[in-house]
C-alpha cells in the first residue's frame, strides 16, 4: 500500500505516524468530551467562585460568598441534612433488600437469571417520569391504596400518602433498587463457590461463611450498587418534585430553583455542595467496606 | 501410627445427580497415616468421592466415617477434615497469614497461640517472608504452599487434595509432588488425593484406587496395579500396554499355552481349553531381537527417540506393538525403519485381564 | 436452617419484583380505563385515553421532538463510541483504563449538574435550542453505546483484521468489510440503548429543553405539576412501555440484556 509506505519502516518516524493516526481517530470523541464535559464542568466551577451580577451572568471579583451563603445558612444547612437522611435512607433499604433478592438470583439457574435480569434491566429503561407517575397511581387521592383501604371499610377518608419523606423514601428506592439488585447479583454470580466451601471446609458455619468469606467477596459489587443509588438520589430532581410535593426540599431542587431564578453563581456553587455531598459520601462508603480487599489491596 | 485404625471409610456410596449415576457403590478403607489417592479420568466420579467426604455433597446410598465418626449427615463445617481446592480457594481479601490463620479462628483458638501456629505453619512451606501478602501477590507455586499450610494447621483428621497441582506447570508440578510427599511423610497425616495423572498418583501414593464410570476398578499399590492391572481400563490409563487376543489350546499346572494367530505364549494363568483370553504386556518389558533370536517376527514401522527411551512401533501382522527400549547404550538406536525382527517378553510380564 | 432461609429470600425477592414492577403495571392497566378521572379498578375498558394523547398538540409535538432527538443523538453516540472503543480495545494498562473512565463518567456523575453546566455554558457561548440537547443526548447516551461496542470488539477475534490486511485490505475496507459485519449486534443495540436513555431522560433535558422544544419526559413532569385529566399521562407511559418493551427484546435478540447488566 502506498500510502502506508513511510508508516511501514521501522524508523521513529514511522512510529510516530503510526501513533498519530491511530490517535487521530480517537481525537473526535475526546475533543467532544473535553469540550461538552470537563470544559463546561471546569466552566461551572469557576463560576461557583465568582461575584453575582444583576446584568450579566456573573461578576468579575472571585469570591467564596456563594459557598459561605450556602454552608452558612442554617436553612441550606437543614437541607444538606435531609438530603443526607434521604440518601441514607434509599440506600440503606435497598441494600437490605437487594441483598437477599441477590442471593436468591445468584442460585437460580441461568436461564432463570437471565429472566430476572431483564425483568431488573426493563424498569430501568424507562423514564423515571412514568416510574413515579406509578407511584402517585398506587399512593394517591385516589390511588390502588385508598381505594382498597376504603373498600374494605379501615379507612373513612383517603390518606394523604404523597407529598411526604416516605412516599419520596419509597419512590427512590424502589425506582433505584434494580442498580443495587443487579450490582450486588453480579458480584455474587461471579464468585467462585469453592470460597465458600474452603470456609466450611476450615469449620466456618453458613453465618460466619456468610460474615468473613460471602459478605467481603461481594463487597465490589455493594459499594457499587450503594454508590450509583446514592449518586442518582441526589440528582432525581423529578421524582423528589413528584411525590415529595412542591414544599419538599432537598439539595437537587435549590439547585435547579436557582437555576431557574437565573442565580448562575449561587446554583453553580450549590452543585458543587451537592458533588462535595456525592464524593464524600462515596469515599465514606469504600472506606467503611474497603472493596479494594478483594484484589488483595489492603 | 497405630496400624489398623481407619481414619476414612465408605462404605456402598453412590451418588445421583438427575438420574445419572456419578458414584455407584463405592467402599473404601484408609487407614492413619496413608496417601491415598483416587485416580481417573475426568467425569469418573473421583472429585464427587471427594466432595462426598468433604460433605459439600450428600450421597444417596451408603455411610461416610471419618475416624470412627458416621458423618454421613453432618455437615461440612462439623467434620474432622481440611481441604486443598483445585483453585486453592485463597480468600482474596485475606492475607496469607490470615488464611493460614482462618481454621484457626473458626475454631477459636485463642489470638497469640493462633498467630504462632500461623507463623509456624508458614515456616513449614518455606514461607515465612511472605505472611503479610495477599493472594494476587504470589506466584502459582508459593499459593499452592500457603493454601497446604491453610489445610495442615488445623491439624486435620484427613487432608484432602482436589487436583492441587493441576493449575502448576509441569516442573513446579514435579517439585511440589516431591515437597507434598516429603510434608506428609513427616506429619503423618492420613490424606486422600485426588487426580487424573497417573504419574502423580504413581510417585505420591502408598495405595491407589483407579475409578471409571462411578466405579472403583482396582485398589492397590502403585507397584500392584501397574504390574498387575486387572482390566483393559487399569492396563491403558496407568500407562502403556500392549494387548494381545488369543485362545487357550492347552492347560496345565497354573500355566496355560495360548494360540494367537501368529504364534504360540505361554501365560501363569489358571484357563480352560477353549478360552479366549486378553492379556497385557507393558512395552518396557518387550524384549527385541534379531530374527534369529527367536520370539514373534515383526517388522520396525516407525522409530521416536524420546531421549531417556526409544519407542519402536513394531508390526506384527497387522497389530501393533510397541516397545520401549532404555537408551543405556546404543543398541536402541542400531534398528532401522523396515527392519525384519523378533520380539519376546518373559512369561510372567504378562497378565491375563478380566473380560469386561 | 439453609431452606428456611431461601424461602426468606424467595419471599423477599417477590415483594421486591412486585415493588419495582407493582406501579408500572397499574399504570398500563388504568390507561385503558374507560372513567374520566383515575379510578382503580377501572370501571370499564376504552381506548378514549389514547385517542386524546394523539388529539393532544403538545403531547405529540413532544412525542415526534423526543423520537427526533433520541435518534439523532444515539446515531451520534454510536459513531463516536465506535471511533472511542475501537482505540481502547488496543491500549493497555494506564491508558485503556484512562479513557474507559472518561468515556463512562456521565454514567455515575450527578445529570443535574451537568444540566446546569451545559445551560451556562450554552448561554454564554449564544447557542441552545434543540442542538444543544441532542449534544447533551449524545454525552448522556455515549457510555452506554461505548460498552457496548467495547464489549463486543473484546470478543472480536483480532486475527482476522490482520488477516484482512494481510490479503490487501486498508483500515478502512478492514473496518467495513470485516469488523463491522460481524461486530454490528453490539453496536446497534449500542445506539438503541442510546436512544433508549435519550427518550425517558430528565436531568439534562429539565435545563435544556424550552417552550417548543420540550421532551416527552419534561411535557408529563410538566402536566403531572399540575391536577388535570392525568389518564393522558397513563396513555403515554402505556406507549413508552410498549416501545421500550419492543427494543428491549430487540436488544435481548442481538446481544442479550443480562450481559449489558453485568458491565
Redesign the interface.
Known sequence: MPSSSIAADGSPLGDLLRQLRSWSLVALPILFFLIFFAGPLLYLFVVSLLEPSQTELYGTNVTLQNYAKVLGDEFYLRIIQRTLLVGALVTGIALLIAYPVAMAIARMTPRWRIIAMIALMFPLMLSNVVRAYGWIAVLGRQGVVNTVLTQAEIIDAPLALLYSIEAVVLGLMTILLPYMIISIANSLTGLDRSYAEAAQSLGAGPLRTFIHVTWPLSSPGVAAGMQLVFFLTLSAYVTIALLGGPRFSLLVSMVYRSAMAFQWTFSAALAFVLLGVALGVGALIMLVLRPGRVQGRG | MAAGEIDVRLENVSKSFDRVEAVKDVSVDIPRGQFFSLLGPSGCGKTTTLRLVAGFEHPSAGAIYIRGAAVTRVPPYRRDYSMVFQNFALFPHLTMAENVAFGLRMRRVPGPERARRAREALAMVKLEGLAERYPRQLSGGQQQRVALARALVVQPAVLLLDEPLGALDKKLREEMQVELRELQHRLGTTTLFVTHDQEEALTMSDRIAIMRDGVIEQIGQPREVYERPRTEFVASFLGVSNFFDGRITAAANGSATVDLGFGQAVLSHRGTVGEAVRFAVRPEKVRLGQISTGGFAAQVREIVYRGVTTHIYLDCHGNEVIVFLQNASSDALAWRIGDAVAFSWERDSAVVLDRG | ??RL??I???T??G???L??????I??VL?SFSSAE????PPPGLSLRWFVEFFQADNMTSAFLFSMRVGATSAVCATV??T??A???V?QRGVTSGL?QS??T??L???????G??????Y??INFGGPGGLI??H??IG?PYAFRLVLASLQSFNQTLEEAAQSL?A?PFRTFFLVTLPIIWPGVLSGGLFAF??S?????VA??LTGPGYNT??IE??GY??FPGR?LI??A??TL??AM??V??LTI?RLV???R???S
Open positions: 436452617m439453609i432461609g431461601h426468606l429470600q424467595n423477599i425477592a415483594i421486591a419484583f415493588l419495582i414492577l407493582g406501579p408500572t397499574v399504570v388504568v378521572t383515575f379510578t382503580f463516536l463510541a471511533l472511542a475501537r482505540f481502547v488496543r479513557l472518561l468515556f463518567a456521565p455515575v456523575f450527578p445529570a443535574i449538574i451537568l446546569l453546566a451545559l445551560l451556562l455554558f448561554r454564554t449534544l447533551a449524545v454525552l455515549m490487501g486498508g433508549i436513555v427518550f425517558g431522560e430528565l436531568n429539565l435545563f416527552l419526559p408529563i413532569f403531572l405539576q392525568q399521562i397513563a403515554a407511559s413508552q412501555v421500550i418493551i427494543l428491549a435481548e442479550g440484556l443480562a449489558i447488566g453485568k
